[in-house]
């Protein structure tokens, strides 16, 4: 008992120690100013994946980072690759690692990367921490977070068309009387909702009795999964399998499905799917991350203000649709070019209150709180601003916050699990 | 007098009866220097790069900057712990390869206590003090399981700590969602990141790692003293040589089996503690990230000398950041991060080899009348 004792007390001291190292203020870092300029031969780019080349995503991000480098005349030998790392501490560790290799600009590219980049931060004050699809920039109080998130549910708007165009064509023929689409998730998150219900629209725009059902995964990449999720929605009676989850799963399925005469076409994200299905994919809903990438190094090369969101859509090209597959409907592209066309000059807005309803009813008004919460969600952690979205008819997505923040539950649309 | 050598065979292999000191730690350092010069034959044969450029890279890589220095000497920490904590378990020839699983739930209790307290308002070291004893229980909790089931049932505790180690990574899959920080990531994220609370120390760059290591150090102390010099160290080395024996002598075996393995696991347990408050504030499936078995090696090659565990800690955490940075800087060059977990390996290999020709003794017959002894 009296070691117990013993041993009890010898914790206590430690406690006690590690307590007054707290209380003590820490020295402050030089007041270095995060926006001072690096000339371009100067700048070291880390980039923290979490995933590689062979995954979707992170594939898009690749390029996008190499072709803004080459854009940019940044060589080979100034960026610092880490692939397949986990969104867990790992991901702080990585990114001290980078910051004590003498990087200036480190990038992550995963949702779940950020708050170790943010640590991160806090401790670097003279290095840009630039979390992409990340949402507290604006509000964690650090000059050297900088998020960044295209206009992603434009491309998806546009995909919705090409899908229902392909809707309208086998409604059009007899071959299918309930305008069914399901919609493969990976989590209820405001960026899935954001895309899949600019994905409904899209397609509603073309078929307005459509109506569709969305299936989580609860993962971003799970082959199998998405898969399944994939063959359950075709098994309810979806004709089209659109997807916000990053693996090849689903669009497999539809190919495996369609090939043995269940009709069903597939339209995918980042990637091109022609190559997993040839004759089910129609197209994917993709981003141009080479466009952001581009902007914020160039400012920071140049010594301008980098600013903490940053975003773009078909306007500055910064996201697209692949190439139409050979099932698409005839007339796609010029819908598609129409859209586009529309979306660029102003007079057709993804989220247009006049083409959606909640609960039967026009929304005219929804104040966003922008504040995040705590890690019990009992209190909140960056208060952030309370911005009314809708204006001018239209919710005004991304734009107050580079990540997604549309969350309507609209009519039509029907969450299975 | 001509002996036939054809009949004798090419190698012989014998137990080494006895070995100096000095020998044993001269054939270690071979292995060592012999694994680095495969190692650089490795890197030129991918790379076409200096070898000795590139270690001394690696020592750069790790000792280069004092936040490096200070990040190994965390995680030479938490290894250690774990390390120390297995000692009375494996002494006692308890094969418990569960320390990853004790860990796992030691780091999920401090994890509970610092998302669901810390905004209590309770002085920070009162919040650690509950942390680290939840971890400490939850641990030995973990560890004692087997313990009972193995000193009254005679399970096997081999499988059964590693079965725990999944239970464990279920728990930490369960709950996971429910601590799911920010909204949409699936992961736990940083606790407390703008409060602190529950950290060891705001200070990550020195008295957080410092603070681990005193901690760990006191651990490592006591069990060297409690496993040399206490009564009940003294059980678990005859346990550990013989059960026979040591019912002979009056020991209750299932006692020592169920205390020891508690303590194995309290230990482990706060290794996960280390973990969560000192370097991680967090909770993933890296929380204990395979150390719980790196561990294992750590353990043996120390012989449950925790003093010698020390200095195999601190080589083989070294040898993996060391590893990680050598990729890092030579990325353009072939050295990926498989490399590097391919250098860690010929490594480990070759002194986990050196232990065979400590234990053994071989001896060659090339030909007529010549011997030579390795």
């Known amino acids: 008992m009296k070691k117990l004792l013993a041993i009890l007390l010898v914790l206590c001291m430690v406690m006690a120690f590690a307590a007054c190292t707290k209380t003590t203020d820490p020295v402050p870092e030089d007041p270095a100013n995060p926006e001072e300029p690096v000339a371009g031969a100067d700048i070291k780019i880390g980039v923290i994946l979490v995933g590689d080349e062979n995954e979707g995503y992170t594939y898009a991000h690749i390029e996008g980072i190499k072709k803004a480098a080459a854009d940019l005349g940044i060589k080979d030998d100034q960026i610092n690759w880490k692939y397949v790392i986990p969104e ?111 994905f409904y629209l899209g397609i509603k725009s073309i078929v307005p009795e459509a109506y569709m059902e969305v299936q989580f995964t609860s993962s971003w990449f799970d082959l199998n999964k998405e898969s399944e999720a994939a063959k359950a929605l075709m098994a309810r009676g979806c004709v089209i399998i659109g997807q916000h989850a990053d693996s090849t799963g689903a669009p497999s399925a539809v190919e495996a499905a369609l090939a043995n005469g269940t009709i069903a076409y597939s339209v995918g994200y980042n990637i091109d799917m022609l190559n997993v299905a040839p004759n089910a994919a129609l197209t994917s809903a993709q981003n141009n991350w080479s466009k952001l990438y581009y902007d914020i190094l160039k400012a920071f090369i140049n010594g301008e203000e980098v600013k903490h969101d940053w975003s773009g859509g078909y306007d500055e090209d910064a996201v697209m649709i692949s190439a139409l597959g050979a099932s698409c409907a005839a007339g796609t592209q010029e819908a598609v070019d129409a859209a586009i066309a529309g979306i660029k000059d102003g007079t057709l807005h993804v989220f247009d209150t006049n083409t959606f309803t909640v609960g039967g009813e026009a929304v005219t008004t929804r104040v966003f709180d922008f504040s995040t919460m705590n890690a019990d969600y009992s209190a909140v952690q960056y208060v952030g601003e309370q911005i009314e979205c809708i204006t001018d008819g239209y919710f005004h997505e991304s734009e107050f916050r580079s990540a997604p923040y549309f969350d309507l539950a609209i009519d039509g649309i029907t969450k299975l699990n | 007098m001509k002996i036939d050598h054809k009949k004798e065979p090419i190698i012989r292999i014998s137990k080494r009866v006895g070995i100096q000191f000095w020998k044993s730690w001269l054939i270690r350092l071979a292995a060592i220097a012999l694994s680095l010069c495969v190692c650089a034959l490795l890197i030129f044969a991918l790379s076409g790069l200096n070898p000795i450029k590139v270690f001394g890279t690696m020592a750069k890589g790790v000792f280069g900057t004092q936040r ?16 120390v904590g297995l000692a009375p378990a494996f002494k006692m020839r308890f094969w418990n390869i569960g320390a990853e ?22 002085p920070n070291v009162v919040l650690l003090l509950i942390m680290a004893s939840a971890s400490i229980i939850a641990g030995g909790v973990w560890g004692v399981i087997p313990a009972i089931s193995k000193a009254y049932l005679n399970t096997n505790e081999t499988l059964f700590t590693l079965m725990m180690n999944y239970i464990a990574m279920q728990f930490l899959l369960f709950f996971t969602p429910i601590w799911e920080h920010p909204a949409g990531s699936n992961k736990v994220g940083i606790i407390n990141s703008v409060t602190k609370v529950g950290w060891l120390s705001e200070d990550q760059k020195l008295a957080t790692p410092l603070i681990m290591l005193f901690i760990v150090l006191i651990v490592t102390v006591l069990m060297f003293a409690y496993l040399k010099y206490s009564k009940q160290g003294y059980e678990i080395a005859v346990v550990g040589e013989s059960q026979r024996t040591a019912k002979y002598a009056a020991i209750n075996v299932k006692n020592v089996v169920v205390r020891s393995m508690t303590i194995s696991g309290a230990i482990c347990g706060l290794a996960g503690f280390l973990s969560v408050a000192g370097a991680d504030h967090t909770i993933s499936e890296d929380t204990a990230g395979g150390r719980g078995f790196i561990a294992i090696i750590v353990a043996w090659l120390a012989k449950f000398n925790t003093f010698v565990m020390i200095l195999i800690a601190a080589l083989i955490v070294f040898l993996d950041k060391g590893a990680i940075a050598l990729a890092s800087e030579y990325s353009n060059y072939n050295l990926t991060n498989d490399v590097a977990d391919i250098i860690t390996g010929i490594i480990l290999f070759f002194i986990l080899g050196s232990e065979f020709f400590i234990n053994y003794k071989i001896k060659f017959h090339l030909g007529k009348g010549k011997e030579e002894i390795a």
């Open chain 1, 88 to 198: 867990t501490s790992v991901c702080y560790d990585t990114a001290v690692e980078l910051a004590e290799m003498g990087c200036n600009i480190i990038f992550s590219n995963s949702f779940g990367h950020q708050s170790f980049m943010v640590q991160a931060a806090e401790e670097y004050p003279e290095i840009i921490f630039c979390p992409a699809t990340g949402d507290t920039a604006n509000v964690c109080g650090l000059a050297n977070v900088v998020n960044l998130f295209p206009h992603t549910y434009e491309s998806r708007y546009v995909s919705g068309i090409v899908a229902g165009m392909k809707l309208k064509e086998l409604m059009d023929n007899g071959t299918v009387t309930d305008p069914l689409v399901g919609y493969v998730g990976a989590f209820p998150y405001a960026e899935v909702v954001s895309g899949y219900t600019a």
């Open chain 2, 68 to 83: 490096k220095l200070m990040n190994w000497v965390r995680d030479t920490s938490v290894l250690l712990c774990i390390a």
């Open chain 2, 101 to 122: 699983g004790q860990m796992l739930v030691g780091g999920i209790a401090a994890a509970a206590c610092m998302i669901h307290l810390g905004n209590l308002g309770m």
